[in-house]
């Protein structure tokens, strides 16, 4: 399948309509969904979209947090919704999404990168946990993303395996800073797109997935100021 198309499928085209996404891209406001089960993208993504509402008007629930809960997943897991974000400390999923033990499989590195490591733990999650849904999570002035363009602008290297990060960014980024705008949110918003599309591009497991409608990849971008969640398509 060519990228083109198979990136308009994996950043939820069709799901948008499913869970009634806001007309602006936000995660905006739902009912919240029942603890238990989730049946399908759609739902963990309304999910996790009345999660982020909460967050962001300070009412959150605190859910499965409590040593009950931990006890009931000592025996096992079943997460709704497995995350690709950035290492960044100010973007932890649980809080910005308002769950708890058991809910998210998370997978963090600075610049959200889709490496062998990283693609085989996600694919672990869908194969062995069955899980509806994958967020590529971005973040607001990304600092891996900030060092990438500096190095491309100055000609410079990023000190140690800084390195490493920055060329695997280079080839998303460079080409977008002829772009109008601000540099570093056009990359931010670039990568995101980039690397939801790279999950089933390199792996057939994700890719049959996807296909067959069992899950859903979106790309969504953290907002710094103001603790959004918004759909970058």
């Known amino acids: 399948m060519a990228l083109t198309s198979r990136r308009s499928v994996l950043l939820g085209a069709g799901l948008a309509a499913g869970a009634g996404l806001a007309g602006t891209g936000m995660l905006a406001a739902s009912p919240a969904a029942a603890a238990e089960p989730v049946h399908g993208p759609a739902e963990a993504l309304a999910r996790l979209r009345a999660g982020n509402q909460r967050f962001i008007t300070g009412r959150p629930r605190h859910p499965h947090q409590t040593i009950a809960h931990l006890h009931k997943l000592a025996s096992g897991q079943h997460p709704f919704a497995i995350t690709l974000g950035c290492a960044d400390s100010r973007v932890p999923p649980e809080i910005l999404f308002d769950q708890g033990l058991g809910d998210l499989f998370d997978n963090r590195v600075a610049g959200n990168i889709v490496d062998d ?50 060329q695997a960014l280079r080839p998303i980024v460079e080409p977008v800073l002829s772009q109008p705008g601000d540099p570093v949110d056009n990359a931010v918003r670039a990568n995101i797109r980039a690397q939801a599309s790279q999950l089933a591009e390199r792996s057939d497991l994700i890719a049959e997935r996807v296909h067959s409608g069992h899950l859903a990849i979106v790309g969504a971008r953290y907002d710094l100021d103001d603790g959004r969640v918004s759909l970058v398509s």
Do not use: Y
């Not at 891996?144 to 920055?166: E, K, M, N, S």
């Open 117 to 166: 490591l990283l693609l085989g733990s996600i694919e672990f999650a869908v194969e062995e946990f069955e899980s509806p849904l994958i967020v590529l999570l971005g973040h607001e002035r990304c600092g891996a993303i900030t060092a990438t363009i500096d190095a491309i602008r100055t000609g410079g290297t990023a000190p140690g395996h800084i390195g490493a990060i920055v």
